[in-house]
């Protein structure tokens, strides 16, 4: 099989259209184990073709000079709209944490923290963090707290 | 319809109803005011916050966000070059050069004017056509609604921007992930690994917010720009608005014409308000004697691609509530919000809730009023509010984005799976693919899903009933040809094309 050296974007395309894939494959045998008929119908009905389209695009991610002049390919203009590269992967670790912090530590503790440690990252400054974790930390505490009397997760760990 | 619309006027003219219309223009123009904002990311925001209101107070806080990020987006297309949002986009073709001229405060009253006046248009054009859409919506039963929520999938997942197959894609993933949980109909667990929060399913909200909120923002961090192509600091809006608003009326065939095209584009399932300031910017610059006085700063160019604009909404609402099927990817997301409140978007909707109709066209024409009378006075400050750099905005914006999808059901796990979906669309979002389908998927799946076994319980367990009347066999049709054209379109073009050379 002939691949070309591929591009970032479409490592990434064959990254997320392949893992999509297995996650649909998968849903698709346990589709397969349902006792009552009616249940498998319509996840089967759109799982399978949503299985081949994603096998398709995985492909054509591999092969593209093979597939592009017979499938819809993506524009220039979204080619130049997707291209990004400064989010480092500390920013995305402190992205992803917010339900980790929350889940163990509850709201008050993760608000605060979570708003300082992304907006410091994002803006490479300690003090544009600080100034707006308080802001943030005390808008929210207002508006949900008081306000509007929601109570939040406290955290399994305090 | 007059007695909706004595609810909706009444709803409105409250005291304190009318003051979140309020801040729900003031929060829209804001929202439309920063690229990457916009109507979607507002509404995904704002629906898990609405979750404790009534269901009328809910729609018309957000009809009036709607509204005011229409206008917010030609503000910094015309002062800085920027459309906030994509809706705008056209605006700037003279918008801006009418700014460099010392005219912004021109625009900025034609923009103001042709969207208020617009947007009443697009209102009483889809009014007009209610009683025809309920004798259509009387035809409908079971069938016909297994045939439209799929027409509705298909239709939108091969029209919106990006691959056609990824779009088709995320349609089935939207399904599948639909049909997580206990099945309504069989209470077979489905896909639940076990899992007791899995049990009630993958909910819309969290999902919702982390594909459009959470992956829009973490896409404006990685690509870490500026949020104005042409940053002034000292934004100018000077004098001259009254005479835009006067340009409106001096070219009304042209607002006639660019407003109605705009009504009909919005009516159109998928084709979304991108579209619709497009084709009536250059079918201004085509019918007009001097055309290429367009893009040089002619007001008409704004006053056609604004007048669209805002009508366009008021047409999307016609397909979005009177069938279920969005007109766009606001659209998408407001459908949503009924599911959010209980409230089964599709044909019955007009039927039975005709009040929220009401009173979300009613809001809406409210909104975009105010909208214009705000916008246009507070044009120069709100546009300062693109200096605010990306790196405190998108902090905000994701932590309120967590904090508002933990209200709606109090429960924790709901952040991991908007955390999943937030990163899953800003994969979706680099790769080209669209996630209006998915969230579609999401809303009707289910829809479907019960439609078609109903259809199968009236009909004694056979498949005749989805083909025995002439609106299935259309819905039939109308889903193969969307589903099918786009795919060979290309494949018969590259052949006449080879053939031909």
């Given at each position: ?114 708003t300082?440690?992304?907006t410091?990252?994002a803006c490479?400054?300690?003090?544009t963090?600080?100034a707006v974790?308080?802001v943030v930390?005390v808008g929210w505490?207002v508006v949900f707290?008081?306000l ?11 | ?17 009318f003051f979140l219309v309020c801040a729900g223009v003031l929060f829209g123009l804001l929202m439309g005011v920063i690229p990457g904002m916009g109507g979607v990311v507002a509404l995904a925001l704002l629906i898990p916050l609405t ?7 809910a729609?018309m806080f957000l009809a009036a966000v709607l509204g005011g990020t229409n206008y917010g987006g030609s503000i910094t297309a015309i002062l800085l070059n920027t459309p906030g949002t994509a809706t705008n986009a056209?605006t700037i073709?003279?918008g ?8 912004a405060?021109?625009?900025l009253?034609?923009s103001a004017?042709?969207s208020a006046?617009?947007a ?89 917010v982390?594909?459009f909120a959470l992956g829009e923002m973490?896409d404006l961090l990685?690509?870490?720009e500026m949020i104005a192509k042409?940053r002034n600091d000292?934004v100018?809006v ?35 308000g ?32 604004e007048?669209?604009n805002d009508?366009?909404d ?15 990817a606001s659209?998408?997301v407001l459908?949503?919000a ?25 809001s809406l024409?409210v909104s975009n009023v105010l909208t214009s009378v705000i916008g246009l006075s507070l044009a120069g400050q709100l546009a300062r509010v693109t200096l605010i750099p990306i790196g405190i905005l998108a902090p905000v914006v994701i932590t309120v984005a967590f904090i508002g ?97």
């Amino acid at each position: 099989m002939n691949t070309r050296i591929i591009s970032s974007p479409d490592r990434l395309a064959v990254g997320l259209y392949g893992l999509l894939l297995v996650y649909t494959l998968n849903l698709i045998v346990q589709t397969l184990d349902f006792s009552d008929p009616r249940a498998r119908l319509f996840p089967l009905l759109f799982g399978v073709p949503t299985a081949l389209i994603l096998g398709l695009l995985t492909v054509r991610g591999l092969m593209p000079t093979k597939f592009d002049r017979v499938l819809p390919t993506r524009s220039v203009e979204e080619e130049s709209e997707t291209a990004g590269g400064e989010l480092g992967w500390l920013t995305v670790v402190i992205f992803a944490s917010f339900p980790f912090v929350a889940y163990l530590f509850g709201f008050l503790i993760t608000v605060p923290i979570y708003t300082f440690a992304l907006t410091s990252r994002a803006c490479d400054d300690v003090r544009t963090g600080i100034a707006v974790a308080v802001v943030v930390t005390v808008g929210w505490w207002v508006v949900f707290v008081e306000l509007l009397n929601v109570i939040f997760y406290e955290g399994i760990l305090l | 319809m007059a007695d909706p619309v004595t609810t909706a006027v009444g709803i409105v003219a409250q005291p304190g109803n009318f003051f979140l219309v309020c801040a729900g223009v003031l929060f829209g123009l804001l929202m439309g005011v920063i690229p990457g904002m916009g109507g979607v990311v507002a509404l995904a925001l704002l629906i898990p916050l609405t979750y404790g209101l009534d269901p009328l107070v809910a729609f018309m806080f957000l009809a009036a966000v709607l509204g005011g990020t229409n206008y917010g987006g030609s503000i910094t297309a015309i002062l800085l070059n920027t459309p906030g949002t994509a809706t705008n986009a056209a605006t700037i073709f003279d918008g801006y050069p009418m700014a460099k001229q010392g005219r912004a405060g021109e625009a900025l009253g034609a923009s103001a004017a042709a969207s208020a006046l617009g947007a009443l248009l697009g209102i009483v054009v889809v009014v007009a056509l209610i009683p025809l859409m309920e004798e259509i919506i009387l035809t409908f039963g079971p069938p016909q609604v297994f045939w439209l929520a799929l027409f509705g999938l298909t239709i939108i997942a091969t029209v919106v921007r990006g691959n056609v197959l990824a779009g088709l894609a995320s349609a089935g993933l939207g399904m599948l992930f639909a049909f997580h949980g206990f099945d309504p109909v069989t209470g077979t667990p489905r896909y639940t690994y076990d899992i007791t929060y899995l049990y009630d399913g993958i909910k819309l909200i969290p999902a919702l917010v982390g594909l459009f909120a959470l992956g829009e923002m973490l896409d404006l961090l990685d690509k870490g720009e500026m949020i104005a192509k042409d940053r002034n600091d000292d934004v100018d809006v000077g004098s001259g608005r009254l005479k835009g608003v006067l340009a409106v009326i001096e070219h009304r065939w042209l607002f006639l014409r660019s407003a109605l095209l705009g009504t009909v584009i919005g009516m159109i399932p998928g084709v979304g308000g991108t579209t619709a300031n497009y084709v009536a910017y250059f079918q201004a610059e085509k019918s007009a004697s001097d055309p290429e006085a367009f893009g040089t700063g002619d007001v008409r160019g704004v006053i056609a691609s604004e007048a669209s604009n805002d009508a366009k909404d008021g047409g999307g609402f016609l397909p979005t509530l009177g069938l279920g099927i969005p007109g766009s990817a606001s659209m998408a997301v407001l459908l949503s919000a009924f599911l959010l409140h209980g409230i089964q978007p599709g044909p019955l909707l007009l039927q039975n809730h005709m009040d929220i109709f009401a009173v979300i066209l009613l809001s809406l024409l409210v909104s975009n009023v105010l909208t214009s009378v705000i916008g246009l006075s507070l044009a120069g400050q709100l546009a300062r509010v693109t200096l605010i750099p990306i790196g405190i905005l998108a902090p905000v914006v994701i932590t309120v984005a967590f904090i508002g999808v933990f209200t709606v059901s109090n429960n924790i796990y709901d952040l991991f799976v908007t955390l999943g979906f937030g990163v899953m669309g800003l994969g979706m979002a680099r790769v080209g693919m669209s996630r209006v389908p998915m969230v579609l998927g999401l809303v009707l799946g289910p829809i479907a899903q019960q439609a078609f076994l109903r259809s199968h319980q009236i009909s004694g367990g056979t498949y005749g009933i989805f083909f025995a009347d002439p609106m299935s066999i259309i819905l039939l049709v109308l889903t193969l040809l969307s589903l099918f054209l786009p795919l060979l379109k290309p494949m018969v073009m590259n052949h006449f094309g080879g053939v031909r050379s």
